[in-house]
């Protein structure tokens, strides 16, 4: 069984950082793509960043400049560093992964609150 657990959400000033991790544990053979997607209240979740095998990454336009995602492959682990935080980055953050162990799926973390107010 596969389990994807976050941690480093938080309240922040804005202008602040935070930095989200999330590793990937249980019967893993390989892991394509990584991410994170946030869903505020009364919102859709929307996709945040994501980072493939290889490197690639991909960004929301509101926070392209602010927000970098990277991976460690060795710990199946992903992160994301935010800075330069805003108070509409208030949101539920989720780790997103594909992740090929007994089968091929894609798993979601409990998620981690991350809440940027003065």
């Known amino acids: 069984q596969v389990q994807l657990v976050e941690s480093g959400g938080g309240l922040v000033q804005p202008g602040g950082s935070l930095r989200l991790s999330c590793a990937a544990s249980?019967?893993?053979?390989?892991?394509?793509?990584m991410g994170w997607y946030r869903q505020a209240p009364g919102k859709q979740r929307e996709l945040v960043a994501d980072?493939?095998?290889?490197?690639?990454?991909n960004y929301a336009d509101s926070v392209k400049g602010r927000f970098t995602i990277s991976r460690d492959n060795a710990k199946n682990t992903v992160y994301l560093q935010m800075n330069s935080l805003k108070p509409e980055d208030t949101a539920v953050y989720y780790c997103?992964?594909?992740?090929?162990?007994?089968?091929?799926?894609?798993?979601w973390g409990q998620g981690t609150q991350v809440t940027v107010s003065s």
């Open positions: 997103n992964a594909e992740i090929l162990g007994y089968r091929y799926g894609v798993y």
């Open positions: 249980g019967n893993i053979f390989s892991i394509n793509a």
């Open positions: 980072i493939r095998t290889g490197g690639s990454t």
